[in-house]
């Protein structure tokens, strides 16, 4: 897995509980998702139509770098399917994973047009 993004764990990230708050993970992982697939189908109308069962393993609490990892699962015909884990960067424990997500590559009127990719691409490659 490919650890991409860093956050930092900051007091208004918190629960009540004092731990990292569930949703605010989910939102870092959403935009995550989201800006990899738009960098990958090369096209910034790019949505999220499903994410599978997410799994939270352990938690975070302020002060704590939590790092995003994504992996490709695949790519179909007008969408990219990936997976993802959030870990402790301290030590290297797993917080959350999420087995599917699937992003859905858009045209200009909001209807899923085909990408035609069929493999990662590094922008370094593309240059």
């Not at 189908?41 to 393993?57: A, G, H, R, W």
């Not at 995003?68 to 290297?92: E, H, P, Q, W």
């Given at each position: ?17 004092g ?21 990958q ?42 997976k ?44």
């Amino acid at each position: 897995m490919r650890f991409h993004t860093r956050k930092w764990v900051k007091p208004q990230d918190l629960n009540p509980n004092g731990t990292l708050f569930g949703g605010h993970l989910l939102s870092w992982i959403d935009e995550e998702l989201a800006l990899y697939s738009i960098i990958q189908l090369q096209n910034q109308k790019v949505v999220t139509k499903y994410m599978s069962e997410i799994n939270f393993k352990s938690s975070a609490r302020q002060g704590d770098i939590v790092e995003i990892g994504i992996d490709v699962v695949k790519f179909g015909n007008t969408s990219l399917v990936l997976k993802c884990a959030v870990r402790n960067m301290m030590t290297r424990e797993i917080i959350i994973t999420i087995d599917n997500a699937t992003m859905v590559n858009l045209d200009e009127s909001g209807k899923p047009l085909a990408h035609g990719k069929t493999q990662i691409e590094f922008v370094k490659d593309r240059l």
